[in-house]
């Protein structure tokens, strides 16, 4: 089982690694924030993951609510950010 959450880890953190590609070469600011997303949505799930192997998924799930709240009202403010800066360009 502990070999299966290895597993797990790795692929996450591989598909993190994919995310900060588009974040870093990203030819628009949407893309960058829609990769910023895809690293916190994948961060979560890691963090629950860890959470299992540890025995403490309460704490863990905990955590990573917060973490998705912090995401989703920073994902709200860069929104809104690029909506009144006209966010076309790059």
Known sequence: ??????????????????????????????DRVLGLNGISTKAIV??????????RVDMFVDISTGYALLNLVGALAIAKFLEQRGGSQS
């Open 46 to 55: 890691l963090i629950v993951v860890i959470g299992t192997v540890y025995d």
């Open 1 to 30: 089982m502990t070999t299966f959450f290895y597993f797990m880890v790795l692929t996450l953190a591989a598909l993190i690694l994919v995310y900060l590609f588009r974040v870093v070469r990203g030819p628009t600011p949407y």
